[in-house]
């Protein structure tokens, strides 16, 4: 049966037929929470991810077996899964106890099809139509990279889970971040889907391991600056210790524009919402607080600012609402 569905779009079976071409570059939890809302929107989307994560279960995982990081691949894939929960809950399931304390069963599964057919990117496409996944996630090189990042002392950080700790001890603010091998090639799923799409959206998400390593991969940076689609960034809502404390709205802007070697940025959206004092007092904790719109320094970049009330906590922490997010993306790009 048919039905509208948000912004006007038949829907069958609960799942957007067609809409526009979305492309969404980041990782880690900030990309998966924003894929979350953005397929009730439109089925063409395209999710390319970082792989530069070495930490946790993925670290491990990559050491061990010489494989991509699965983590942040697999939470974006069960973002945009059409599954039952339970399939949801055991890809997601870490074991407590053995030598396998920690790991996700979703990371072995991805770590299994790995094997069985005979590439990452084969892994990924499996698992998607396993799980019946709305539109396509793409890991943004094949290649096996590592992060560094340089601090204002000249500090060499080697590393993208080493990257917050060793920031936080030597309390210096990051100069810049850039991968090893440096000409690693992007996929060409990601540089064909970024040249089609209506809108490119950056973040949110952690600007110096999740964002930016996906602009150091050749070809990405390039094929973003000069695409016809709307450049959207959507900025993180607290400022994050480790990484970008202190940084106002312009500072994050300067940082991804600085590292891609182009203005990318056309749009900016941000939280306008109030956050709750005791989250707000939690952050204070760790020096955090809500990043700060240096309204003069955007004017002056031409970049175009809306705002609205995203503001959804969760366990405490303070995260973007998908729906309100998604709503107020797909209100500009019908604008535009």
Request: glycine content about 10%; aromatic content about 6%; charged content about 20%.
């Amino acid at each position: 049966m048919e039905r509208k569905g948000p912004g006007g779009l038949i829907k069958n079976n609960g799942w957007a037929i067609g809409g526009p071409k979305i492309v969404a570059i980041g990782g880690g939890t900030g990309l998966s929470t924003l894929l979350r809302g953005l397929k009730a929107y439109t089925s063409n989307i395209t999710a390319i991810v970082t792989v530069a994560d070495d930490g946790g279960g993925s670290g491990i995982l990559r050491n061990d077996l010489g494989m991509l990081p699965p983590g942040d691949i697999r939470n974006c894939i069960l973002a945009l899964a059409n599954t039952e929960p339970i399939m949801e809950s055991l890809m997601q399931y870490r074991f407590k106890e053995g030598s396998l304390r920690g790991q996700s069963f979703g990371n072995l599964f991805i770590a299994a099809l790995n094997d069985i057919c005979g590439s990452f990117d084969n892994a990924i496409r499996e698992i998607s139509n396993v799980l019946a996944v709305t539109g396509r996630v793409v890991p943004v090189t094949l290649e096996d990279i590592t992060l560094f990042a340089e601090l204002d002392d000249g500090t060499i950080i080697r590393g993208e889970s080493q990257i917050p700790i060793r920031q936080i001890s030597s309390n210096k603010k990051i100069k810049r971040v850039y991968l090893e091998p440096a000409e690693c090639e992007a996929m060409p799923e990601a540089l064909k889907a970024i040249k089609e799409a209506d809108a490119v959206i950056i973040g949110p998400g952690s600007l110096y391991t999740s964002i930016i390593p996906n602009f150091m991969v050749k070809g990405v940076a390039k094929a973003v600056h000069e695409a016809a689609a709307m450049k959207i960034y959507i900025c993180n809502m607290m400022t994050q210790q480790g990484e970008t404390l202190g940084y106002d709205l312009s500072d994050h802007i300067n940082a991804i524009n600085e590292h891609a070697g182009h203005d990318i940025i056309e749009y900016a959206i941000v939280n306008s919402g109030r956050i709750p004092e005791d989250s707000a007092l939690r952050y204070m904790d760790e020096y955090a607080k809500a990043v700060e719109i240096d309204w003069d320094n955007i004017a002056a970049k031409g970049i175009k600012v809306v705002g609205d009330d995203f503001v959804r906590i969760d366990k405490g922490y303070v995260r973007h609402d998908y729906n309100a997010l998604s709503k107020c993306i797909f209100t500009l790009i019908n604008q535009k």
